[in-house]
Nanobody, 117 residues
């Protein structure tokens, strides 16, 4: 079955960095556009970054542009999110998301990122 397993979250000081990973299985990873979403307490889930199936196009939420970088390794079926210059407002649960035009969407279980002052 389809599995998306996030890892790499944790507690970090403001200004620090984290790298999230999402290990995918059960589907043809290289055919799916992939995204990272996040949800902070009391807020709606929001799109953070998206990358096309072969990684040729990426896009970011304005709030993370210049600080976050999404990438993928199709040989390893893994999605990444490099997060630099972290701010308190980046505190959230981060989710991996997979979608292809012909398929339903898939979500990971999420990984907690907490940025402290």
């Amino acid at each position: 079955q389809v599995q998306l397993v996030e890892s790499g979250g944790g507690l970090v000081q403001a200004g620090g960095s984290l790298r999230l990973s999402c290990a995918a299985s059960g589907f043809t990873f290289s055919s799916y556009a992939m995204s990272w979403y996040r949800q902070a307490p009391g807020k709606e889930r929001e799109l953070v970054a998206i990358i096309t199936s072969v990684g040729t196009y990426t896009n970011y939420a304005e709030s993370v542009k210049g600080r976050f970088s999404i990438s993928r390794d199709n040989a390893k079926n893994t999605l990444y999110l490099q997060m630099n210059s972290l701010k308190l407002d980046d505190t959230a649960v981060y989710y991996c998301y997979a979608k292809a035009p012909w398929s339903r969407a898939y979500w990971g279980q999420g990984t907690q990122v907490t940025v402290s002052s």
